[in-house]
């Protein structure tokens, strides 16, 4: 058990709906990262956020936002929603470092498995 | 932007023989994490080389890292099923930048 929550394990829906990943980081960990892994693409960096704010972003489309509320849980929000979307989400958080950006290893939760039908 | 590239995409071995996944960057990297992610699981965290030629042992896998630091392997010695699952590197070009994630190399042993 890694201590990330991710909840749901599973979402089915359809095209053009919105939906909300959510991610609860280990105890103390001020950092989470969302990624996308689908079979083609490997594990894609989405966004990160730190403390509150977002510190870094990858390959995440405009159809697509996070947050980091004050409790430290983070969603994330998936809109317009197109068959290509459908993928496993992981969320990861970090080790409280010296900077947002230290070295300490990343904790990945169990993922949610997003299909869009 | 920073790409991280590792070979092969896919490795089929019999229980026993040695398997060597290969990792490269276009660019210096400040440090290197290696995660494994068995089927079904998630990506676990295995170790991170910082130094310039380092090298980290843990059992029968073996970790390098380049001496230009763009570079890194891991090498497992006498493979088991255990061992099945797919093993990702993640490079950090510095301060400021986050991990990028290779694409990985998914390893089958038959036993």
């Known amino acids: 058990d890694s201590g990330v929550t991710q909840t749901p394990k599973h979402l089915i829906t359809a095209t053009g709906q919105r939906v909300t990943l959510r991610c609860s980081p280990r105890?103390?960990?001020?950092?989470v990262y969302w990624y996308q892994q689908s079979l083609d693409q490997g594990l894609q960096f989405l966004i990160q956020?730190?403390?509150?704010?977002?510190?870094a972003k990858g390959n995440i489309l405009e159809r697509f936002s996070a947050q980091q509320f004050p409790d430290l849980h983070s969603e994330l929000n998936l809109s317009s929603l197109e068959l290509g979307d459908s993928a496993l989400y992981f969320c990861?958080?970090?080790?409280?470092?010296?900077?947002?950006?230290?070295?300490?290893?990343?904790?990945f939760g169990d993922g949610t498995r997003l299909s869009i039908l | 932007g920073q790409q991280v590239m590792q070979i092969p995409q896919y490795q089929h071995v019999q229980e026993g023989e040695d398997f060597t996944t290969y990792c490269n960057s276009s660019?210096?990297?400040?440090?290197i994490q290696w995660y494994k992610q068995r089927p079904g699981g998630h990506p676990v965290f295995l170790i991170q080389?910082?130094?310039?030629?380092e090298v980290k042992k843990q059992k029968r896998l073996t970790f390098q890292f380049g001496e230009a630091k763009k570079n890194s392997s891991l090498h497992i010695t006498a493979t088991q099923t255990t061992d099945v699952g797919t093993y990702f590197c993640?490079?950090?070009?510095?301060?400021?930048?986050?991990?990028?994630f290779g694409k990985g190399t998914s390893l089958l042993v038959t036993p």
């Open positions: 993640a490079g950090r070009r510095g301060s400021g930048y986050a991990l990028n």
């Open positions: 105890s103390g960990d001020l950092s």
């Open positions: 990861a958080s970090r080790g409280r470092g010296a900077t947002p950006y230290s070295n300490q290893p990343q904790h």
């Open positions: 080389l910082v130094k310039s030629g």
């Open positions: 956020y730190y403390n509150g704010e977002e510190r």
């Open positions: 660019t210096t990297l400040s440090n």
